[in-house]
């Protein structure tokens, strides 16, 4: 009862309806409590403003006043706290060209450090109806912008009265994301579709993609079938997760081709390995047999 009375928890709940909510909340705060509280303008700004803050934002007023609270009040200064261990993540993300179209392949392990995350995470996110793109990076990071260039894309849709290409996504993006070069923004996205914006017929990217590069640059041919792309797409990123601590789990196959994306059915990276040690066993058991006969 004592903190609701210091902290006006019935003025609080009864004003809540009311229009000036921002100004009656901050109005019976004490000084060293006062903070400003944004208007949520930004929802009406363009993705390469998003998160900017302008100097004309900052007013006069709020520079006296709230300085002046701050100043007179006996509150510590506040210093940046150092990270215990460093937030280091990974992941193996793989995509190639076929005859059938674009295959794309990743894993799920969300890991941040030495902690796994999230082990279902969805790595390959839709765009449209004949795009996907494929994250490594923050999470978080990734979800955003994809989202934002999922709206990009639909509103140039309704302008215009087409899909933007994939080299076009591509080049939207990568402008979008320009702003934020040399922040802490992590994202690092392959587009599928197509159509490409790079010379090559394979990427991969992610801490498991040298391992990945290894089974893509032996096995990838124009003239594979989709099943035999989706199995070098497992394959690939099962002898990543074997190498790479920070990728593992299970796998997620999109098929792209001209009439749109099909997802195959998650698999756990385990089958893989089983059907693997079948193989292994196989060949043993071939290569004794014809020592034997001859």
Not at 114 to 128: N, S, Y
Request: aromatic share 8%.
């Amino acid at each position: 009862m004592a903190l609701q009375d210091f902290c006006k928890f019935d003025d609080f709940s009864g004003r809540v309806k009311s229009s000036g909510l921002f100004e009656n909340m901050t109005r019976d705060l004490p000084s060293s409590f006062r903070f400003s509280i944004p208007v949520p303008e930004y929802l009406e700004e363009s993705p390469l403003e998003f998160g900017q803050v302008r100097q004309s934002q900052i007013s006069n007023d709020f520079l006296t006043t709230h300085c002046a609270d701050f100043t007179s009040s006996s509150l510590p200064s506040s210093q940046s706290v150092p990270l215990p261990f460093p937030m280091s993540h990974g992941t193996t993300t793989l995509a190639f060209i076929f005859q059938g179209g674009v295959l794309a392949a990743a894993d799920t392990r969300s890991s941040c450090s030495g902690l796994v995350a999230c082990p279902a995470a969805q790595k390959i996110l839709p765009i449209h109806s004949h795009l996907v793109g494929t994250t490594s990076g923050t999470s978080a990071d990734c979800a955003l912008w994809k989202r934002i260039l999922s709206r990009e894309i639909r509103l140039y849709q309704l302008r215009h009265g087409k899909l933007l290409s994939t080299r076009g996504a591509a080049k939207l993006l990568s402008h979008m994301l320009h702003p934020f070069k040399g922040t802490e923004l992590c994202v690092a996205a392959t587009l599928c579709g197509d159509g490409t914006r790079l010379q090559g017929t394979l990427f991969s990217v992610g801490s498991g993609s040298p391992y990945a590069y290894s089974i893509l640059d032996q096995d990838v041919a124009w003239g594979l079938t989709v099943e035999e792309a989706t199995a070098l797409g497992r394959e690939a990123v099962f002898r990543a997760t074997h190498r790479d601590a920070y990728s593992g789990n299970c796998v997620d196959v999109y098929h792209i081709n001209s009439k749109g994306w099909t997802r195959r059915t998650r698999e756990d990276l385990k089958e893989e390995y089983y059907r693997e040690k079948e193989r292994h066993e196989r060949a043993e058991t071939s290569k004794k047999t014809g020592l034997k006969e001859v």
